[in-house]
Nanobody, 129 residues
Framework: QWDLVESGGGSVETEGSLRLSCVAA????????????VAWFRQAPGKQREVVAT???????RYSEFVKGRFNISKDNSKTTLYVQMNNLKRGDTARYYC???????????????????WGQGTQVTVSS
């Protein structure tokens, strides 16, 4: 049983858009979306898992340089849902995307997988020309 559940992945052409969503699998974990630092990571085959964006409790978003200006991280606390809107997708964005709740650490873009307290199972995004 995964702690978080992602959805919204799929196959798109370059310059296309997708919106990914993330919810808590159980209500006991809802506070980790509404009240904690949350993040999106991605991992392509043969590559390290890397942070895409983070969202602090106070609403401050931060983005990795390779998605800045194209992706937008947000959440709806009334729905206990975390989102990432992905626009102008490139072939290099192809990866499995994971949402995460961060443990007691800085919510900056330097966050690493070791900082993560809760993971989802991931959702696949494939971008083709």
């Amino acid at each position: 049983q995964w702690d978080l559940v992602e959805s919204g992945g799929g196959s798109v052409e370059t310059e296309g858009s997708l919106r990914l969503s993330c919810v808590a699998a159980r209500s006991m974990h809802s506070r980790h979306i509404t009240r904690a630092c949350v993040a999106w990571f991605r991992q392509a085959p043969g590559k390290q898992r890397e942070v895409v964006a983070t969202l602090a409790r106070d609403g401050r978003p931060r983005y990795s340089e390779f998605v800045k200006g194209r992706f937008n991280i947000s959440k709806d606390n009334s729905k206990t849902t975390l989102y990432v809107q992905m626009n102008n997708l490139k072939r290099g964005d192809t990866a499995r995307y994971y949402c995460a709740a961060i443990g007691p650490s800085d919510c900056g873009i330097s966050v690493v997988p070791e900082n993560v307290g809760l993971w989802g199972q991931g959702t696949q995004v494939t971008v083709s020309s």
